[in-house]
C-alpha cells in the first residue's frame, strides 16, 4: 500500500477523534507515539458507525451500515479500502491480530440500535454494552500489549469493566437526547416517567463497581499506555460525580459535561500522578 495514502488514512481517523470527542483525543495524545495511530484507527471506525446509526438521520441508515460493514468485509479480504477509515482499521486488525469475533460484537451492537428502543433484562443490556464498549476496549488492549498474549488474557476483565463504566456514564449523560430523540432505553425498566434518585443510586454503584475494578487494571497496563488510559478514567469518573450530584429529573433535561477548564486541571494532574508514581 501506498505510504502516503496509508498516512493519509489515519490522518483522516485523527481528525475524526478530534472533531467528535476532544476528550478523548487528548488522552490519545498521552500515548506513546507508535500507538497513538492505531487508537486512532479503532475510534475512527467505532465512531462513524456510531454516527451511521444515531445522527444520520434522513438517510436509510439500515443501507449504510450494511454498505459500511460490506466495505469493511472487503478491506479484509483485499487488504485495502478506498474509505480512509475503514482502512486505517483494517491496517490495525492486521497488525494487532484483533480478532474478528470483537469486530463482529461491536457491528451486532451498532445493528441493534437500529431497531431496538427497550431492553427488558440486565442480560440484555449486558449483551449490549458488550458489543458496543467492552469489545472496543479489548481491540485497544490488543494495542498496548502487542503480543504478549499473558498481559492481554490478565487484563481483559479490567479492560471489559472500564468498557462498561464509560458506556453506562454516557447513558446517563445522554438520557434527555437517547429518550427524546432517539426513543432509546438502555437501563432496563427505566422510563422518562419513573426515573428517581433510588434508580439513579442503584446504577450508581455498579459504575462505581465497574471502575474500581477497572483501576486495578490501568494500573499494570505497560507504560506505553497507562497514562492515557487513567487520564480517560479520571475524565469519565469525574463526570460520574457531577452526574451523582445532579438530582435526577434534572439528568431528563441537561446533559451534564465537564468543563474546558476542569478538563486542562484532569489533564495537569493525571501528569504529575504519572510522573511521581502515584499510578
Known amino acids: 500500500m501506498d505510504d502516503l495514502y496509508l498516512k493519509t488514512s489515519f490522518d483522516v481517523s485523527r481528525v475524526l477523534t478530534r472533531n467528535y470527542s476532544t476528550s478523548f483525543f487528548s488522552a490519545v495524545g498521552l500515548l506513546d507515539k507508535d500507538i497513538q495511530d492505531a487508537i486512532f484507527g479503532i475510534y475512527g471506525f467505532v465512531r462513524l458507525a456510531d454516527e451511521i446509526v444515531d445522527t444520520f438521520t434522513g438517510y436509510d441508515r439500515a443501507r449504510l451500515l450494511n454498505d459500511f460493514e460490506a466495505e469493511y468485509r472487503n478491506a479484509r479480504r483485499t487488504g485495502i479500502s478506498l474509505n ?19 469486530v463482529n460484537a461491536f457491528l451486532a451492537s451498532m445493528r441493534a440500535d437500529l431497531t431496538k428502543n427497550r431492553y427488558d433484562d440486565k442480560r440484555e443490556m449486558d449483551a449490549y454494552v458488550y458489543g458496543s464498549a467492552d469489545v472496543v476496549g479489548l481491540m485497544c488492549l490488543r494495542v498496548f500489549c502487542n503480543g504478549d498474549r499473558p498481559l492481554y488474557e490478565r487484563l481483559k476483565r479490567p479492560a471489559m469493566k472500564l468498557g462498561s463504566a464509560f458506556q453506562k456514564v454516557n447513558f446517563l ?107
Not at 84 to 102: M, S, T
Not at 193 to 204: D, M
Not at 217 to 246: C, D, E, W
Open 84 to 102: 480512509p477509515v475503514i482502512n486505517a482499521f483494517g491496517q490495525v486488525v492486521r497488525r494487532y491480530d484483533i480478532g474478528e469475533g470483537l
Open 173 to 279: 449523560r445522554d438520557m434527555k437526547q437517547d429518550m427524546e430523540q432517539l426513543d432509546r432505553a438502555y437501563f432496563p425498566g427505566v422510563t422518562r416517567h419513573n426515573f428517581c434518585e433510588e434508580k439513579k443510586r442503584e446504577i450508581i454503584r455498579e459504575i462505581e463497581t465497574d471502575f474500581a475494578e477497572a483501576f486495578e487494571g490501568i494500573r499494570q497496563l505497560p507504560q506505553n499506555s497507562r497514562l492515557g488510559v487513567y487520564m480517560a478514567y479520571v475524565y469519565y469518573t469525574r463526570l460520574l460525580r457531577k452526574i451523582k450530584r445532579t438530582p435526577a429529573r434534572r439528568l431528563m433535561d441537561k446533559r451534564i459535561r465537564v468543563s474546558d477548564f476542569n478538563k486542562a486541571v484532569l489533564f495537569t494532574r493525571s501528569v504529575v500522578m504519572n510522573k511521581v508514581n502515584l499510578l
